[in-house]
């Protein structure tokens, strides 16, 4: 096959493309390690228990050995004021989210995926926490892979705090999406290979940086703030093999394991509020 370059137009086709001149490039120079831990060697480990969800708390996860884990999908709390969130300052969330963050990048094998749903809060002013999910996130080691825009649309509510009503006096944007940040720890690529479950048209529509389906119901799920089982399913059918092992450190009301059961994966949860583990257990069978 021809290779390609990049070149500065651009290319049209991107298979077998070179882009060792656009790495080599200075903008890199100061961008964490791309790849720098990748070896052929696999050294991964598994957890004693698969498929339950510990109810503690995931700053400390030492159920699990050191690489064990393949994926990691995750909705931290937002610190908003839900019933379960803690009110705590700034500092004080980012430091929650870089512990938890450490002990991913821990139990992440080389080449395993962290993939972060998180929504920006306030308007005077806007909080941004998709940004410190990414500074924490590098922080810990791993490396950033990608971003992308749920589009949550019609379901996202009808808000109507536009701030002034057709007047360039103070307008406020209403968020209709949220994020999903996806990171590796190591290398991008997987060490060892496995069986997939994606297909064509799924591969295609899921590699695109803007997804659009509807949010889950807190009502139905039991739970304040559920994410749909669409989220964790796109993750789990692109992001990892059948038989790897997905965890989910704010399980709330088990959608990820839900994903994981339903694909042929194993899973492992924390989840610091009884009343919710014992409902996702239930409903998990287990
Ligand atoms: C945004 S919710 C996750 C919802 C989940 N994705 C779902 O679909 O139901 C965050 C969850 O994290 C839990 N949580 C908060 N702090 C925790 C901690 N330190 N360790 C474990 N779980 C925690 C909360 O009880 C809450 O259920």
Request: with cysteine; aromatic share 8%.
């Amino acid at each position: 096959m021809k290779r390609t370059r990049t070149s500065e137009f651009g290319t049209v086709s991107r298979s077998g493309h070179d882009a060792s001149k656009f790495y080599a490039k200075r903008i890199y120079e100061d961008v964490d390690s791309v790849g720098k831990e990748h070896s052929p060697i696999i050294d991964e480990n598994q957890p004693s228990n698969l498929d339950v969800i510990h109810c503690a708390d995931s700053r400390n996860m030492d159920h699990l050995p050191d690489r064990s884990i393949h994926l990691m999908i995750t909705s931290p709390p937002y610190n908003v004021g839900k019933e379960y969130d803690d009110d705590l300052s700034l500092l004080e969330y980012g430091r929650l989210l870089s512990d938890v963050l450490r002990e991913t990048h821990r139990v992440l094998v080389n080449g395993g995926r962290a993939c972060v749903n998180i929504a920006n809060v306030g308007r005077s002013p806007y909080i941004p926490l998709h940004s410190l999910v990414i500074d924490s996130a590098r922080a810990c080691g791993l490396l950033m892979r990608g971003e992308v825009i749920w589009d949550k649309g019609a379901s996202s509510g009808s808000s109507c705090a536009w701030g002034s009503w057709k007047s360039a006096s103070n307008p406020v944007l209403r968020d209709v999406h949220e994020y999903i940040l996806v990171f590796t720890k190591g290398s991008f690529k997987r060490t060892a290979s496995g069986e997939n479950s994606i297909g064509r048209d799924e591969f295609l529509e899921f590699t695109k940086s803007v997804w659009r389906f509807p949010a889950a119901s807190a009502r139905k799920a039991n739970h304040p703030a559920p994410f749909p089982l669409e989220l964790p399913r796109r993750l789990i059918q692109l992001y990892s093999f059948v038989g790897d092992v997905v965890l989910d450190p704010f399980m709330g009301s088990g959608t990820t394991a839900q994903a994981a059961n339903m694909l042929g994966r194993r899973y492992v949860g924390y989840e610091i509020n009884k009343n919710y583990v014992e409902q996702s257990m239930r409903l998990l069978g287990e």
